[in-house]
């Protein structure tokens, strides 16, 4: 690391319905939508997971290593899908709706990785 870059440190996020929730923004990652962590979410109740996360880079959290299943790897990469909608209504928001595309591709992506093909 050069001088004055700061180290990575490891945070709390939450792990909810939407997403995991971490500094105002939601992130999701393979690792979470494999293991059905926004289904258990919305069966119980949200739970606190740490991710590893660096100063300047907003757009990618890392899920914490002892959190991580054996096969987790390189799915412990989370990306950003968007900051928390405001109290408006999500009718016609426009965060609201690429955050519900991008969460409908996860789903498709994780619909692929368990039949094969994306029906």
Same mark, same amino acid.
């Given at each position: 690391?050069?001088?004055? =870059?700061?180290?990575?440190?490891?945070? /709390?996020?939450?792990?909810? /319905?939407?997403?995991?929730?971490?500094?105002?923004?939601? *992130? &999701?990652?393979?690792? =979470?939508?494999?293991? $059905?962590? *926004?289904?258990?979410?919305?069966?119980?109740?949200?739970?606190?997971?740490?991710?590893?996360?660096? &100063?300047?880079?907003? $757009?990618?959290? *890392?899920?914490?290593?002892?959190?991580?299943?054996?096969?987790?790897?390189? $799915?412990?990469?989370?990306?950003?899908?968007?900051?928390?909608?405001?109290?408006?209504?999500?009718?016609?928001? /426009? $965060?609201?709706? =690429? *955050?519900?595309?991008?969460?409908?591709?996860?789903?498709?992506?994780?619909?692929?990785?368990?039949?094969?093909?994306?029906?």
């Amino acid at each position: 690391m050069g001088v004055g =870059a700061e180290e990575p440190v490891a945070r /709390p996020a939450w792990v909810t /319905p939407d997403g995991i929730l971490f500094g105002g923004e939601y *992130y &999701s990652c393979r690792l =979470a939508v494999r293991e $059905d962590w *926004y289904r258990r979410a919305l069966m119980g109740e949200p739970w606190m997971i740490q991710v590893i996360s660096q &100063s300047g880079r907003a $757009d990618r959290v *890392y899920i914490e290593a002892e959190q991580e299943t054996e096969q987790a790897g390189s $799915d412990s990469a989370c990306y950003a899908l968007g900051k928390v909608p405001q109290k408006a209504g999500p009718a016609g928001n /426009p $965060d609201v709706e =690429a *955050y519900q595309e991008k969460l409908r591709r996860l789903q498709d992506e994780r619909r692929f990785m368990r039949n094969g093909s994306l029906i």
